[in-house]
């Protein structure tokens, strides 16, 4: 068996989907665990489709994530969402998902009809994929959908031997002053007491 | 985790999860580099930034963004002759624009030694082609030394910077794509600032510097001869002859490591055979080799790590020049030798020469189909490569379960311009204005989004500052179709001015727009000639009107970019007389401005909203389409607040004004004026 956990994360650019790849970064660090990843710079963070990948495990050597190979793939969008798991994800792996919708071009100018939520279980059903949607009423600010994903995450266990506590700590060594303090509660309502 | 200022000035050996650009800089200070130069391009400009973001006092080295990178180039030779160690870096692209310079480089003694750090681009993830610049490298005679990863970036760069001094020659650092940005723990060494004797030291007894004629021959001579050492030493069959009077870190570096014989040993995984560039891993293999290097060499490794069967690899950490023995020995224990190249067939075609003379046996597959020439060699990439050579190498993949056709069509989502860009708001009265026969010139930068639906202003591209030379060639024998041309204001200074020049010169007959928004906004933002601000504080302003008007421009009108129907006048006034005009269509970069705004605590702006005026024409949507317009089930539209920055550039754009501030009092956390 090769050691490796494959994380797939996908967004729009201006999500800050790199933060969420960062902490993810340190949080699997502080586990113990070897981790690689790369994010995407340049001109796709004009709203764009943007990806980061973050390779776990002493097997895992290019930081570039093979086809349907991802254990986790995370989505912000949900249009991306079904871009990454049809793309990524591996089967018997997991899809998780903030509902948020930053509606493409095509769907703006009446090209595409709109995706529906559903069209994403289905997706994961047909793929064998586990899906886990995430959405929370009235956020402060958009950017803390990433630490919903983070608190989802810690809740569920969904990275193997990184603890809640790795991942409160990665957001703590991130942000700071009032940011930091709203970013920790939401955290903590989400995740749940520590595992 | 440590702060990245730590890191990079840490006095400690110690390891951190860097990027290969930052791995990087690090190495930079362990080598004591000088002086550095660039223009922005990516994959490289998080090396400026990181630089950059080092406080002023403490940064180790002088950094600056030139105005191009051939500007870059000369500096950090002048630099060299000196006697400083320098560095310039820019993206793969770059190397065009500083080639006229840099071609020249393998001539000089550059004294101070200079390592050029190239960001090429396999796959153009980022980039109008994916040119592969190992052959600039063998026009020029330059050894090119090219890392895989974060940890090999770090190395490399150290040992380039020997070579280079020692060689007093240039060495090229080639970096790709996902080496500048793979993240991975790299352990660094310790740093200590050195003291320092910083007199400029150019002598011209140690050129001659300069080539004219029969002079060149005894320079090019000289770079051959350069070169041959270079390759003897990547080699580990003779110690480099050093120049008289440097440091002799070339034959430290191989009593270091002491000279191996190259040895079969029994199958391990592990590198087993380590030159101070080259390794072979050693799988006890004696049918198949495979010769590869830098990202494609940990692809390889990747896939093979289901593969039953594992071929010996030789991997390359010097691509040029070719270490001929090295290559030999590998070749003559397999029968059978995979060349895996990224992009051209650089080295294959040198091998196979190479096996000719020889007279070796050993079959050698190099590319076999044009796709083997084209796109990066991610681990997916170098499976399919492998199998069509090796169809019984790799394990048959797993059935990937299908799913329904209409979960499937879903088009690409390509980047956009930002709300609030002023740019979509010229593109959009641009579209207005233009005929069905007219030719809209694109140039690079965030500007060139313009060609992408809906907009769709924006025919024909070659590279940064081409717009108006070509724009003057589709004006001649032309007088029915108009032809205007666009350009940014970095770019304006970049490579723009010579075409300027020329269309006043010869006077030719097209309109330009140049697009200010007083940043290099697609790179990250880098300051740029007429800012204001250099990486080291207030400098001279040179405004881009002066400049036009000095030039000799006669009709240089200046729009803000948020007035569509000023624009549409001025594109009219323009072409109600021949001649080449231009028009400044002006506003700052508001992705740069909006980050500014949160960074100083200050409130965002109102967003829009569209009210129950709205007759649902859509132009908002789908004509202006910036991305905060959404569509609702109902098809009425609504503004996504996450992303509208309460701009209002698009209230104009709305024939029955149904978009409107919304009411403040709905939320206290914002405000209504700037
Ligand atoms: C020779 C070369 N160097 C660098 C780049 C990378 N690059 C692309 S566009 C651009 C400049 C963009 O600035 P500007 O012209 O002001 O346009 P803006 O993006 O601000 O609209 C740069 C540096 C390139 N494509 N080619």
Excluded at chain 2, 406 to 420: D, F, K, V
Excluded at chain 2, 424 to 437: C, D, I, P, S, Y
């Amino acid at each position: 068996m090769t050691d490796k956990f494959d994380v797939y994360m996908i967004g729009v650019g201006g999500q800050g989907i790199g933060l969420l790849s960062e902490a993810l970064a340190r949080a699997v660090w502080a586990s113990g665990q070897d981790v690689r990843g790369v994010d995407t710079h340049g001109l796709a963070q004009r709203g764009g489709t943007v990806v980061s990948q973050l390779r776990v495990g002493a097997d895992a050597h290019t930081p570039l994530i093979r086809a349907h190979s991802a254990e986790l793939v995370i989505a912000m969008e949900r249009n991306e969402a079904l871009r990454g798991v049809l793309s990524h994800a591996k089967p018997g792996g997991t899809l998780l998902w903030y509902d948020a919708v930053w509606q493409p071009l095509g769907v703006r100018i009446r090209s595409e009809v709109p995706l529906k939520r559903e069209s994403i279980a289905q997706a994961c059903e047909q793929l064998g994929v586990t899906e886990r949607r995430v959405f929370v009423e009235e956020l402060m600010d958009a950017r803390m959908q990433n630490t919903a994903i983070l608190a989802t995450i810690a809740h569920g266990g969904l990275m193997p031997n990184v603890s809640r506590e790795n991942l409160r700590d990665a957001l703590s060594d991130l942000l700071g002053g009032a940011t930091l303090a709203n970013n920790l509660s939401l955290f903590d309502g989400l995740s749940g007491p520590g595992d | 985790m440590k702060k990245l200022n730590d890191v990079l000035l840490d006095h400690e050996p110690g390891s951190e999860i860097m990027m290969g650009n930052w791995a990087l800089v690090r190495a930079m200070i362990e080598a004591d580099v000088r002086v550095v130069t660039s223009y922005p391009g990516s994959p490289t400009p998080e090396i400026g930034a990181a630089i950059l973001g080092l406080p002023s006092e403490k940064r180790p080295m002088y950094f600056e963004w030139s105005v191009n990178e051939k500007v870059a180039t000369e500096v950090a030779f002048g630099a060299s002759l000196n006697g400083h160690l320098s560095c310039a870096f820019f993206k793969s692209v770059g190397l065009n624009v500083a080639a006229d310079s840099f071609v020249q480089l393998g001539h000089m003694e550059l004294v101070g030694g200079l390592v050029i750090v190239l960001g090429d681009d396999p796959g153009a993830n980022s980039s109008q082609n994916e040119q592969d610049n190992r052959h600039f490298a063998r026009l020029s005679y330059t050894p090119v030394l090219e890392p895989a990863s974060p940890t090999e970036v770090m190395h490399m760069f150290k040992q380039a910077c020997g070579l280079s001094r020692d060689m007093r020659m240039p060495v090229i650092l080639r970096l790709t794509t996902h080496v500048c940005h793979h993240k991975e723990l790299v352990h660094y060494g310790s740093w200590s600032p050195p003291e320092r004797d910083d007199t400029p030291r150019f002598d011209k007894k140690a050129g001659p510097y300069i080539p004219v004629a029969a002079t060149v021959f005894p320079l090019k001579q000289r770079a051959l001869k350069k070169l041959e050492q270079v390759r003897a030493w990547a080699d580990d069959k003779a110690p480099v002859q050093s120049s008289p009077g440097s440091g002799g870190t070339l034959r430290d570096d191989l009593k270091k490591k002491g000279s191996q014989d190259w040895v079969d040993k029994p199958s391990q995984p592990e590198a087993v055979f380590e030159t101070p560039l080259n390794r072979v891993v050693d799988n006890g293999n004696c049918e198949r080799g495979v010769i590869t290097m830098g990202l494609p060499y940990l692809s390889l490794i990747d896939v093979l790590a289901d593969a039953e069967e594992k071929p010996d690899i030789l991997k390359l950490g010097m691509v040029h020049p070719l270490p001929r023995e090295t290559v030999v020995r590998f070749l003559e224990h397999h029968s059978e030798v995979k060349i895996l190249e990224e992009l051209d067939d650089f080295l294959e075609q040198q091998i196979k020469a190479l096996a000719y003379d020889r007279g070796l046996k050993t079959r050698i597959i190099g590319k076999e189909t044009l796709e083997e020439w084209m796109g990066e060699y991610t681990p997916d990439k170098v499976a399919e490569v492998l199998r069509a050579c090796w169809g019984d190498l790799l394990p048959v993949s797993g059935e990937i379960p299908q799913v329904e056709e209409h979960l499937t069509a879903r088009g690409p989502r390509p980047p956009q311009l930002c709300p609030g860009c002023g740019h979509r708001t010229v593109f959009h009265a641009v579209r207005g204005w233009l005929k069905e026969n007219d030719i809209a010139v694109a140039d690079i930068g965030c500007h060139t989004l313009g060609f992408l639906p809906p907009y769709e202003v924006g025919d024909a591209l070659l590279c940064m500052g081409h717009s108006n030379g070509t724009a003057a060639g589709l004006g001649l024998f032309n007088n029915t179709r108009r032809v205007i041309a666009f350009i940014g204001d970095s770019t304006f200074f970049h490579a723009g001015l010579p075409g300027i020049v020329n269309a006043v010169f010869n006077k030719h007959n097209h309109t330009l727009i140049v697009m200010e928004n007083g940043t290099t906004a697609m790179t990250g933002h880098q300051d740029h000639a007429a800012g204001g601000t250099n990486t080291r504080g207030p400098t001279v302003e040179i405004p881009v009107q002066q400049v036009l008007e000095g030039l000799g421009v006669t009709q240089v009108t200046r729009v803000s970019a948020y007035q569509e129907d000023k624009l549409r006048a001025a594109l009219d006034e323009s072409f109600s007389t021949p001649g080449f005009s231009v028009i400044i269509a002006s506003h700052p970069c508001m992705l740069k401005k909006t980050r500014e705004r949160r960074r100083q605590g200050k409130k965002p702006l109102v967003p829009v909203q569209v009210n129950e005026s709205c007759e649902r024409h859509y132009i908002c949507l789908s004509e202006f389409a910036c991305p905060s317009y959404q569509i609702a089930d109902d098809g009425g539209v609504w503004v996504q607040e996450d992303l509208c920055i309460g701009d209002r550039s698009c209230m104009q754009t709305c024939p029955v004004n149904a978009i409107t501030p919304r009411p403040k009092e709905t939320n206290p956390k914002e405000t209504d004026n700037d």
